[in-house]
């Protein structure tokens, strides 16, 4: 409605600026549509000279440009007709004929051009007849009607002839005068002038002929108003403008004391409210509220209980609603009570509540955040709220650098165990399906072997290994042989490297020719061997415990006669050394420095063929490992280029995944009964070593995952909707070290970038969340731009909450302290049937007034006049307890004028049968009866008052 005011007033102004003053409304309205009449008649001459030559469907152009030009010549005629001075009936025949222009206006783009002319039913002379019907209606109303029947009368006015008597001028000197003036909004105004300014329009009008018709009706009725001479106070009855009913209280001499402060949908309902008055006003007490005081009204059978301050503003209202009075009362009482206690809870961000179980016998937390809803909870139970508070201490820090990982994806999951480190395989089912053999030392450790796991894992064979195998393996560009058991234990290794795998198959060979000949030689300390060489010659060296050679003979000897003879020289130097004759390879069996035993295989030249890869505490380990190898020294030998995943069984199947070095770095966490089921795993296996990423996992880890299950939605803003999740939407879960789930969301989201904004959200926000109990009751804020705290239980069940919002948080905690302040403290007041309250207004707090309410609170009665204080409102009050119980019941029916005490003295005004002012005087008069004289000059001299426009 404001919208459409100001476009018309906009008009107005522009008429005025470009035209000249108007005669009337329709002057504006019919120029500004002959306006748009020619701006669209050219812009359809336009549409059809650039259509024509650039668009390349002709009749399109034809119809869009006629159907604009027709438009506009349908407008503008109708605009001109407005702007020449015909009557109503001729404007009604006028928009006749413009609706029935549009009308073949409108048909024309519709059967044009497939009905037209030769095309179809050819409708063409149809719709031109209907536009031409219209335009003649338009053009006949302004021009041929005229014409036709000699006479204007018609249609048109006649010059110096009106429908109103004409206004006596009276004489200059003695007659009052309109002088109307624009106001600082531009608006025009008007004062009543009699030798002085007397009195002034209360509404501005936009318009010269809206203030000239607001003038004619003031003049046309102030002659007949009267001032009612009252001897008595009068309650006077009005119905307004909308049908609704008011009424004021006046005193004897006319001045307004009181209004009733509300609107009534009948004259019965105004008439109720002055009965109300008269009987309950004159012995009404004064509610008087010290501090704060608890009240209590009934609404529907129901009691509710209001704190109020001494200015009886409301501070709090009960949520729940009692059945009885008393009720009510009590629950003030526990209001207050609980309200003390409560501790005040002003999330920022997140908040961690501990809750008791519903059996009573458990406890467990969950995170809610700052609207108090819901984020997720615990899913395990604590014995006691210590245990509770002490596994959120601890989860808390974790949880502030904890990873974020996703169910479905496969993924290491890196963590400590002690002071080692481990790593696990997860799979797409979250399964565990692969981790590390043992303790490594530092995290870089299990980066490495899940890296070597993912690089060697799709290229690895599948091997078995019955009891024993030899093995050859590259180490860089040389190769090497070991025998291995099917536990991985090393029973015997290369000890030099070969050129390649056939070299290290013929090395193997070469120790089961010489380990099964090979006789078995025990020594402590050093020894002195004799041996024949490949050449056929003989030598002899000196070795110690260790197989190091301490001396040889450095020469050559033809028979091993000589080599002993000349050994037996040296031998002299250590006689402690013992005394060795090789005639075929032998097992030596060596103790080291530190005491540890083991064993090595040396060919009839003297060569080391293999040795123990171990050492061992006593002789008889030593000797037991060379048994191994004589007990396995024919078993099979196999090629190790790539890794291998080897399985073995121990009640059920296992495997574990060997590089090419023999490091083990996985074995599989679950078993298969058979061999056959553990093979068909593999590829899952492999698929998710290779593809899945490293997250280091501490005491807690987030785990995102895609869902379908019971929990309430949660769109991209945060709103949960608490209602069912469809399958698509995603929630998190809390999962602890040895991934057992600790919390689970309970909301779901949209989609997966929203789930992580809420994840990161939470993370960000731990490290300040308090930790609270709800013992009896909390205080919590809520809202957005403007704040307010309400009491809840632990079931949060709103008891009672703030009556106002406060613009900030800092603001709402002062009015929490407030209330904790006064209402242990706050009395009780009782609501009569009726009682006076003084009251400072909003807007003007130095100004007292008082107002009636009645027991449910409810405004019956307003004073007017202000005051500087309250107890002078509280004085002023007295005598109107007398005016209220003699006051009489006038009804308006007319016009009349009203007196009454402003500020700096008497004023007037004219108030129509509505109660609507229509003047008012300009100055206030230092006493009633230069009031009324004023009132009555304006009375007898404003019904012959001329006009006089200034700018």
Known sequence: MSGNTGFRTELFRLYEHYVGDPDSSKDVYGYWLFIVGYIAGAAGVLLYLIGYATVGDEHFVIRVSAVVAASGLVFGLLGFVLMLPVRRRGIQASIVGTLVALVGVGSFGVVYPSHWRGYGEDLGPEVMGVFTAGIAVIAGVAALIPVVTGQRGMFVEEEGVTEEPPVMTGDALEGAQFAVFRDEAGDWKWHILHLEALAGSEESATTRPQTEEDIERVKSQIGSAGLMELTTSAFRLYERRDGQWQWTLMREDGSVVADCGNVFGDRDG???????????????????????????????????WQLLDEDRNSLATSEVAAPTQADAEDAAVDFAERFGEARLLALEDVGVELRERESGEDWYWRFVDDTDEEIAASTVDFDSRRDTEDAVEALLPELETASVTVAGE???????????????????????????????SARSDATNATDEFGAHVQDADIVEIDDAAYETYPVGEEWHWRLVTEDRDVVAASTDPHEDSEAAAEAISRVREQASQADLIEFEN????VYEADTGEWRWRLIDEDGNVLADSGEEHTSRGDAAEAMMTLKEQAPEAELLEIDTAAFELFVDDEDRWGWRLIDEAGKLVAEDPSTHPTRGAARQAMNRLLDHLETDVRTMENAIFQTYVEEDWHWRFVLPDGETIAVSETTHPTRDELIESLPQVRDAAQTARDYTIGDVAVQIRESGSGSGSRNGNGNGSGSESASGTWDWRLLDRDRNEIAESAFSYEDRETVIGAVNSLKNAVSDAPIFTIESAIIRLTGDDQWQWELVDRDRNVLASAAGAQSTTDEAIEAVERVRKLAPAAGRVDFDVASFELFADDDEQEQWRWRLIDENGRTVAEGVEPHASSDAARDALEPVRGLIGDASILEIDGVSFELHTAEDGWVWRLVDEHGERMAESTRAYDSRTDAREAMNAVKNHAPEGWITFTE
């Open 270 to 304: 105004a008439e109720q409210s002055v009965s109300f008055l008269k009987d309950r006003g004159p012995e009404a007490d004064v509610i008087d509220i010290e501090g704060a005081a608890f009240t209590y009204t009934n609404e529907r059978d129901d009691w509710f």
């Open 410 to 440: 496969p993924t290491y999951e890196l963590y400590t165990s002690g002071e080692s480190w481990q790593w696990r395989l997860v799979d797409d089912t979250e399964r565990v399906i692969a981790r590390n053999p043992e303790d490594l």
């Open 526 to 529: 050093a020894a002195f061997q």
